[in-house]
């Protein structure tokens, strides 16, 4: 019995000599540079391949002929199943159904994220009015030791590297602090509650110290431009935290694991947008933020303004306007 | 791991563990770092020339915007990059032999990759991956949070390949061995140095009288070690 079934495998393996041979050619060209008649037959050859697999596995389950067909079923199968190229139309996807969709979702915890800042802020300004010893747990020595002086730290920030050097390091770092933000929401939420209280606890106690020094006038000019979107990203990137947290509370799929992973996805839109509007953001922050010469109404036009433009595109409001028109139409 | 493929037929991808894991990200974390290293000496060479290393001070002085932060942004972007443009590999997982996988097999898109490294923050705390490490031994699938959260799997990469296949036809046709005995004979030959002789002689002569069972047990333990390799290296065609 043991010498038939071999004498099979034998005979049907030199029976695929051309076969294999063509595999070999064909799997060797990379999926993407196939015309189309080329790709159809990729996929023929991959039919093929798996019902020679599937006849492997049984005549001879544990040889190296299985083996190899295995590997090579695999590499054919990851050459088929991988996702379109993110071209206009998936980009185009992106900000005009999936953030808009994932924003809406998110509006109400966007809401509850945003009051937990203006309370820490509250809370981190009462503190440091009634005890204004503790600014040492917040701002550092140097920091301190301006202010003391009738300096913002933030005054001749800029004197030595160009704006635009500075920008790009601000936005970075921005962006870093909201993708944490993001993150941390896999503890229950709980650790995106942490930075947004922090922050929050953070901004109450400087403007609570720089009005001890009458300074709070000069530190409003300098985060009015940028502060009002930044800010919100901020609340936004942890509301999409919480909601990856409240993923593993109350799971919406079979498993926690599963519900975890759609809600990454979900909200992977969301935190492109936040990027995007954190690159603006750190460019007013270079640009105008520190520049002494752009009046405080300015400032106030940019900063709202930029704002109001935040609420335009996270409604897909922006990109609707710009990709519905035609090629070659007239706006 | 088996995967439903696409015409029905499963397919069998071996998981990666965390020892295989760690031994490709500590590779890719010595490219990194050397890439990170080279560029700010490359920089500190540059401003030494120019006399400029002690204009300003701390994390915005000159220095620091074009050297430290881009070798911050090498370091950091190293894995995104080269996994989207290596297709789920980078230097490191392609020595250790083992790739990045969709659950459904594929090749992992650019949100999945994405999402895959922006939840390395969470995986590297405290410190030395510890929580990514966890979350491997812990999960059935040796996941880390950033897998878990992009859908993706670390397997092995097997060895065999399409060349193997292509040849494997004509190899049984020249031969004429069943593909056991080729598949036995292979091995003993690609293994004879690290078997001690006692072994591979023994084996060798197992081998030997299946072939040609015409061979009388007294002709083969004649057989020297060095013969013996020489009678099985014949019964393959000389390019093998």
Not at chain 1, 66 to 75: P, Q, R
Request: glycine share 8%; charged share 15%.
């Amino acid at each position: 019995m043991k010498r038939t079934v071999s004498a099979t495998a034998s005979a049907w393996i030199r029976s695929r000599d051309k076969l294999w041979s063509e595999w070999f050619e064909v799997l060797h060209t990379r999926p993407r540079h196939l015309r189309i008649a080329q790709a159809q037959k990729y996929i023929e050859h991959y039919r093929a391949l798996a019902s020679d697999l599937s006849t492997a596995r049984r005549l001879m389950p544990r040889s190296a002929t299985t083996a190899a067909l295995e590997s090579v079923y695999a590499a054919a199968h990851a050459a088929i199943d991988r996702s379109s190229r993110q071209t206009r139309s998936g980009w185009r996807a992106l900000f005009r159904l999936k953030m808009p969709a994932a924003m809406s979702a998110l509006r109400p915890t966007v809401l509850w994220i945003a009051l937990l800042f203006v309370l820490s802020a509250g809370a981190g300004l009462w503190l440091i009015t009634q005890y204004p010893d503790l600014i040492g747990l917040i701002a550092s020595n140097a920091m301190i030791d301006k202010v003391e002086h009738g300096q913002l730290w933030t005054e001749g920030l800029f004197n030595v590297v160009p704006s635009s050097l500075a920008s790009v390091q601000i936005l970075s770092n921005n962006i870093a602090v909201s993708l944490a933000a993001f993150c941390a929401g896999v503890f229950f939420g709980l650790g995106a509650f942490y930075i947004i209280a922090l922050n929050g606890l953070m901004l109450g106690a400087l403007f609570a110290f720089t009005h001890q020094h009458g300074l709070d006038g000069e530190l409003l000019k300098f985060v009015l431009a940028h502060g009002p979107v930044e800010i919100s990203v901020m609340c936004i990137a942890a509301a999409a935290g919480t909601a990856l947290g409240e993923s593993l509370i109350r799971p919406d799929a079979a498993t926690r694991r599963e519900s975890f992973q759609r809600a990454a996805a979900r909200l992977g839109p969301v935190l492109v947008a936040c990027a995007l509007l954190l690159v603006v953001c750190g460019f007013i922050e270079g640009f105008i933020s520190p520049n002494p010469g752009i009046s405080l109404p300015v400032r106030a036009a940019v900063g709202w303004g930029y704002w109001l433009l935040m609420l335009v595109f996270l409604r897909g409001g922006l990109s609707r306007a710009t990709l519905d028109t035609p090629p070659g139409a007239k706006t | 791991m088996h995967i439903a493929g696409l015409t029905g037929v499963e397919l069998t991808l071996p998981i990666a563990g965390p020892g295989t894991r760690s031994y490709a990200f500590i590779i890719d974390w010595h490219i990194r770092v050397l890439l990170a290293l080279a560029w700010l000496a490359v920089v500190w060479l540059l401003f030494a020339g120019m006399d400029l290393l002690g204009v300003g001070r701390g994390w915005r002085s000159p220095f620091a915007v074009l050297g430290v932060w881009p070798a911050v942004l090498i370091y950091m972007l190293y894995h995104p990059l080269l996994e989207l443009l290596m297709h789920g590999r980078t230097p490191g997982k392609r020595t250790a032999g083992v790739r990045l996988v969709t659950r459904s097999g594929g090749v992992p898109g650019t949100a999945a990759i994405l999402t895959r490294n922006i939840f390395r923050l969470l995986d590297s705390m405290p410190f030395l991956y510890l929580v990514g490490l966890s979350s491997c031994m812990i999960s059935a699938q040796r996941l880390r949070i950033g897998d878990m959260a992009a859908g993706t799997v670390l397997v092995l990469e097997t060895a065999a390949s399409a060349h193997n296949l292509a040849r494997l036809p004509a190899l049984l046709a020249q031969t004429g061995l069943d593909p056991g005995v080729l598949d036995l004979l292979n091995e003993l030959l690609e293994r004879w140095r690290s078997l001690s002789v006692e072994h591979r002689d023994a084996l060798a002569r197992t081998l030997l009288a299946r072939v040609n069972p015409a061979l009388s047990a007294a002709a083969l333990s004649a057989l020297g070690d060095a013969d013996l390799y020489q009678r099985l290296r014949s019964l393959l065609p000389a390019a093998a």
